[in-house]
């Protein structure tokens, strides 16, 4: 079975750092495809970059370049979205998806449960 | 490529027909159009990719249409579960974008 497991939330204070997690299994982490979507409260989906754990080619939307680091762990299948300088406005949902097929640069199919990152003074 | 979604609320009746339209700024290669219906509190669930692929375990009720920058997602008649948002994406250009969504909401 497919999975995709997210890290924990997180309540953070703006200035500080973070990196949250997302843990394949179930299928070959390497040759998939994964998505990290933003989702604001109350609000709708944000495309933030792609990652392919099998050699790293990362992309990132323009809007959360040099924002967000995106990375992955083919040791442990599991990929990360770090930002060294959290601020209030990065308060949202957070979910990785992995791509519908292999090797294709493909939209999120199987989805993690989210991780909630609150960032609050 | 921004996405426009319309109606922003649609509110009809367990059975009848929903049609939700997505139109992009510029033209979409259609293999590149998904929707995802969304539930609140969980996550995005893919409904269709690609020009005509249907994700796993949807139901055929579930249909797309369109091309170049008008799609179409229609519900041929509505169940009580598929009352929810539903979103439009692009995956052709980067950056991809995502609708604003449409909710679907019981009249």
């Known amino acids: 079975e497919v999975q995709l497991v997210q890290s924990g939330a997180e309540v953070k204070k703006p200035g500080e750092s973070l990196k949250i997690s997302c843990k394949g299994s179930g299928y070959s982490f390497t040759t998939y495809w994964i998505n990290w979507v933003r989702q604001m409260p109350g609000k709708g989906l944000e495309w933030m970059g792609i990652i392919y754990p099998g050699d790293s080619d990362t992309r990132y939307s323009p809007s959360f370049q040099g924002q967000v680091t995106i990375s992955a762990d083919k040791s442990s299948n599991t990929a990360y979205l770090r930002w060294s300088t959290l601020k209030a406005s990065d308060t949202a949902m957070y979910y990785c998806?992995?791509?519908?097929?292999?090797?294709?640069?493909?939209?999120?199919?199987?989805w993690g449960q989210g991780t909630l990152v609150t960032v609050s003074s | 490529i921004v996405l426009m979604q319309s109606p922003g609320t649609l509110s009809l009746s367990p059975g009848e027909r929903a049609t939700l339209s997505c139109r992009a700024s510029?033209?979409?290669?259609?293999?590149?159009l998904a929707w995802y219906q969304q539930k609140p509190g969980q996550a995005p669930r893919l409904l269709k990719y690609?020009?005509?692929s249907r994700a796993t375990g949807i139901p055929d009720r579930f249909s797309g249409s369109g091309s170049g920058t008008d799609f179409t997602l229609t519900i041929s008649r509505l169940e009580p579960e598929d009352f929810a948002v539903y979103y439009c994406h692009q995956y052709g250009s980067s950056p991809w974008t995502f609708g604003q969504g449409t909710k679907v909401e019981i009249k």
């Open positions: 998806a992995r791509g519908v097929r292999p090797y294709y640069y493909d939209p999120g199919g199987y």
């Open positions: 510029q033209s979409v290669n259609s293999t590149y």
């Open positions: 690609g020009a005509s």
